[in-house]
């Protein structure tokens, strides 16, 4: 198989969300990245080392911005706010790219505030194919898409205010 880079992307649509961290390894292997957005990280600012979607169009306090939790890994963590306008359609979206793993696990912490409560997208591609997502639905249910794209209900409901460790396992050569 020819070697394809990984993108993770994490998208808040509407409302807000948390994410604590986020590491993918290779299954059986070692852990190939892990970021806890502690290393280079200052509250109120956009994290380091990811891609900012539209970064032009986020203002002050919006977009994907570096917070501090007080989490149980260090302090920070990282909030979308996305206030999308019409015009525009440009949500609070950042990904990070890296060099091809054909088969990993993705783990994260996300929670959804009830108060911001909107859309949360993770999602996992290599050249330009979906390898798997997750998205906290408004619904309070989790949700994927398979593989035409069309989007399917787990049965599996979240409470909004709490923190989910949800993991993604992908296999790229199947």
Known sequence: MRQQRIMITILAIVGSFLVLAAAPAVVGAAEVWTDSFETGNSAGEFPVNWDIHDIDHHGEGTGPRVVDTGAADGSFAVKIISKPDK????????????????KGVLTMSGMIP??????????????GKRLGNLEFHPAGKFRYRDTNGKNQETGIEFDYDTWYQV?????ADT
């Open 87 to 102: 015009k525009s359609g440009k949500d609070g979206k950042m990904n990070r790219d890296f060099e091809a793993v054909s």
């Open 167 to 171: 993991t993604i396992e992908w296999d």
């Open 114 to 127: 009830e108060e911001n409560s909107g859309f949360l997208g993770v999602e996992l591609r290599a050249g």
